[in-house]
């Protein structure tokens, strides 16, 4: 989904709290944050404003609770609000479609995908059309969204090095603020794919860190920056390397 039909679905969303709120259904973004399951209102927030694909689980509560129709929202198609006989076709086919996927099977990010992915993570058809693998033996595929990365550069040797690949899970922006410190992620940016571990400086300020400091000093960065996170799982070596220098004694 390109950006403009990001900013589109936002700008619906947007005429439909409006609604709600002026006809008093809706008290504010929060209680429909708490209505779809959200801690805090930020991602409603983000929906409207086009920087965050809109979740099956408020077009749920959307529906169940205004009887709004998410085809209006996703696709500019009939009326704000629905008839309770009228099927919501497009929400339907997702939910479908995402059923019928196999969750074992985890897209894999490669080096020469990662400029590519960092320009349309966001976009269900392009995570759709990368190779996938499967989650490794005693990894629950359920309830959370996997990713593998192959890692690049030198930064974080001798714990890892280019080549390797890592499995992870994604941590939702509701939650960055309980990010553990010290821990292995791997931050997404506007222009990079990085694994590092993670000091919160600030609410608002991480402090990266790389294994091989003396080459790669720590650097701040501003979460405002950040596009996606993902918490380090398992790792899967490229090849075996020595752990001593061994010496012939037979």
Same mark, same amino acid.
């Given at each position: 989904? %390109?950006?403009?039909?990001?900013?589109?679905?936002?700008?619906?969303?947007? /005429?439909?709290?409006?609604? &709600?709120?002026?006809?008093?259904?809706?008290?504010?973004?929060?209680?429909?944050?708490?209505?779809?399951?959200?801690?805090?209102?930020?991602?409603?927030? *983000?929906?409207?404003?086009?920087?965050? /694909?809109? %979740?099956?689980?408020?077009?749920?509560?959307?529906?169940?609770?205004?009887?709004?129709?998410?085809?209006? @929202?996703?696709?500019? *198609?009939?009326? @704000?609000?629905?008839?309770? #006989?009228?099927?919501?076709?497009?929400? *339907?086919?997702?939910?479908?479609?995402?059923?019928?996927?196999?969750?074992?099977?985890?897209?894999?990010?490669?080096?020469?995908?990662?400029?590519?992915?960092?320009?349309?993570?966001?976009?269900?058809?392009?995570?759709?059309?990368? #190779?996938?693998?499967?989650?490794?033996?005693?990894?629950?595929?359920?309830?959370?969204?996997?990713?593998?990365?192959?890692?690049?550069?030198?930064?974080?040797?001798?714990?890892?090095?280019?080549?390797?690949?890592?499995?992870? %899970?994604?941590?939702?922006?509701?939650?960055? /603020?309980? &990010?553990?410190?010290?821990?292995?992620?791997?931050?997404?940016?506007?222009?990079?794919?990085?694994?590092?571990?993670?000091?919160?400086?600030?609410?608002?300020?991480?402090?990266?860190?790389?294994?091989?400091?003396?080459?790669?000093?720590?650097?701040?960065?501003?979460?405002?920056?950040?596009? *996606?996170?993902?918490?380090?799982?398992?790792? @899967?070596?490229?090849?075996?390397?020595?752990?001593?220098?061994? /010496?012939?004694?037979?």
């Amino acid at each position: 989904m %390109s950006q403009s039909e990001e900013n589109s679905i936002g700008e619906r969303l947007l /005429e439909v709290l409006a609604v &709600l709120k002026r006809n008093r259904k809706l008290k504010n973004d929060m209680d429909l944050a708490e209505l779809a399951g959200y801690r805090t209102a930020s991602a409603i927030t *983000e929906m409207k404003k086009g920087r965050m /694909e809109v %979740s099956e689980k408020l077009l749920d509560a959307l529906q169940k609770n205004f009887a709004v129709n998410p085809d209006y @929202i996703l696709l500019g *198609e009939g009326s @704000i609000f629905s008839n309770e #006989e009228q099927p919501a076709s497009f929400i *339907e086919a997702r939910r479908n479609a995402s059923v019928n996927k196999d969750p074992s099977m985890v897209p894999f990010v490669p080096i020469k995908a990662q400029a590519g992915y960092i320009r349309a993570y966001d976009q269900t058809v392009f995570v759709d059309t990368m #190779e996938k693998y499967a989650l490794p033996p005693g990894v629950n595929p359920h309830g959370a969204v996997w990713r593998y990365w192959e890692i690049e550069g030198e930064s974080m040797e001798p714990a890892f090095y280019k080549g390797d690949i890592i499995l992870t %899970s994604q941590v939702h922006q509701m939650d960055w /603020e309980n &990010l553990r410190n010290f821990y292995l992620y791997v931050i997404v940016t506007e222009d990079k794919v990085m694994l590092k571990r993670v000091f919160c400086k600030t609410a608002f300020e991480w402090v990266l860190i790389s294994e091989n400091e003396e080459q790669f000093p720590q650097q701040l960065i501003t979460i405002d920056k950040v596009k *996606e996170v993902w918490v380090f799982r398992r790792s @899967i070596l490229s090849n075996a390397k020595p752990t001593k220098v061994f /010496e012939i004694k037979v």
